[in-house]
């Protein structure tokens, strides 16, 4: 039994091995079955596919580290695509790009600051924040939407999403640019390792001098910014932004942050992990679809999705009970 759970605990502890083959066993096996999936078009999609749940699941990381949640980033987004299209579109203000865009960023940012400060000064819960944000955000954007779908966009924009550049889409250079940063961020500045700290350990943080108000309210500030930023880059592909954008957005950034090795209690977790299990979440469509399961799809897609979910948080809750029981031996 002792070795039994020495093998779960060192399968856990190392996640990111587990995904990475499980990324390549996925591949391989649809591969074998349809040649198609290895096409450069498709792998190309799938990435695009991917880039706005990592962007913003960088963010997301970040707050759950510090043992907070935000389930409203789905709505976040549909509420800036709308403000964004509202100001460029050249059938509602036809404002420049240039102003639209830089206002979206400082809306998205001020909404995350909001939360933050909602959690740590209002001292209200971060899951009863978001949950209430979740349902006030889709309305405000219904409101500004007005029923209307909003269509219009500069087509330079659409243009250099759909292309990107040296071939690349836009959101691909982004994400990249995006995690890079944020695994900067994190492996070599005090930020990143206050950040950590906290989710350790909240009574040593406020010890050691740390202030977890500043801290908090960067991690929700940072999300709302990553929200915005993904946004951008990825609602100009579609022919028209419609009221419903970012539905259930929020169940799978944080599937993917779950699922990726970060612990639900703060503290732990790594970013290859996260990213990792955002590329086998967003594979799981296109692979079903390759598997010719048909309209069933989305359904199995959700249920896949469900089970990783589950599967990670008994994972977690059996690593942290290990750890326990050996402590008191």
């Not at 695009?48 to 949640?69: K, N, Y």
Request: charged share 15%.
């Amino acid at each position: 039994m002792r070795r039994i759970t020495a093998s779960t605990r060192t399968l856990l502890q190392h996640r990111e091995i587990g995904l990475l083959l499980m990324v390549v066993a996925v591949a391989s096996f649809v591969g074998a079955f349809d040649s198609n999936f290895w096409a450069v078009g498709n792998l190309r999609d799938l990435l695009v596919r991917s880039a706005p749940t990592a962007i913003v699941a960088c963010g997301l990381m970040l707050v759950i580290v510090t043992a907070e949640i935000d389930i409203s980033v789905g709505s976040l987004m549909a509420l800036t695509a709308a403000a964004m299209g509202i100001m460029i579109s050249e059938n509602q203000w036809a404002l420049s790009m240039w102003v639209g865009i830089p206002a979206t960023l400082l809306l998205g940012t001020s909404i995350g600051l909001t939360t933050g400060l909602l959690v740590t000064v209002g001292r209200v819960p971060s899951i009863i924040v978001t949950l209430g944000l979740l349902t006030a955000l889709r309305g405000a954007t219904t409101l500004l939407m007005g029923g209307q779908n909003i269509d219009g966009l500069p087509a330079s924009l659409s243009q250099i999403t759909k292309q990107g550049i040296v071939g690349v889409p836009l959101s691909i250079w982004v994400a990249g640019l995006v995690i890079t940063s944020t695994a900067f961020l994190i492996a070599w500045t005090p930020l990143g390792r206050r950040i950590f700290a906290l989710g350790s350990s909240r009574y040593a943080a406020h010890m050691s001098g740390l202030s977890e108000r500043r801290l908090k309210l960067f991690v929700f500030a940072y999300t709302g910014f990553l929200t915005a930023l993904a946004t951008i880059v990825d609602v100009p592909r579609l022919p028209k932004i419609e009221s419903g954008i970012g539905m259930e957005f929020e169940l799978l950034v944080v599937t993917c942050v779950v699922v990726g090795g970060v612990s639900i209690t703060g503290g732990k977790g790594t970013l290859r992990g996260v990213i990792l299990a955002v590329i086998l979440m967003t594979m799981i469509r296109p692979v079903l679809t390759f598997m010719e399961i048909g309209e069933e799809g989305e359904k199995w897609t959700k249920a896949i999705q469900g089970a990783f979910i589950a599967v990670a948080v008994i994972g977690d809750s059996l690593l942290r009970s290990t750890k326990n029981t050996e402590s008191l031996e």
